[in-house]
């Protein structure tokens, strides 16, 4: 069987077409992978963020409802959960600038 360059260009230009193909595959796979990963991650920071936020609520219920309660308890169990809640929204809102002269690009 003989076989022309016509022949040989075709087989390479379907070679190429395949590998494309598959390449394409391989990519959307790995997005399709992170985008459900991402989604874990965030269904379980919700989760932890309910769970905590419901903990607070009931301890400051008990505390707030318990017939000899004492003034202390109720400062403590109200501000300290605010206080946390204070640090984290500021340390998650503070913009920080790097500073060009410290340390090296990475």
Partial sequence: MNVTSAQLVVAGVVLLALFVLW?????????AREAARSGVRLLSLAGRVFFTAALIVAVQWVVITHPGRNFWTVVA???????????????????TALDPRRGGRR
Avoid: D, I, N, Q
């Fill in 23 to 31: 390449l394409t595959g391989v990519r959307k796979a790995r997005a």
């Fill in 77 to 95: 169990a109200l501000g300290l959960p605010a206080l946390l809640a204070s640090f984290v929204l500021v340390r998650s809102l503070t913009v």
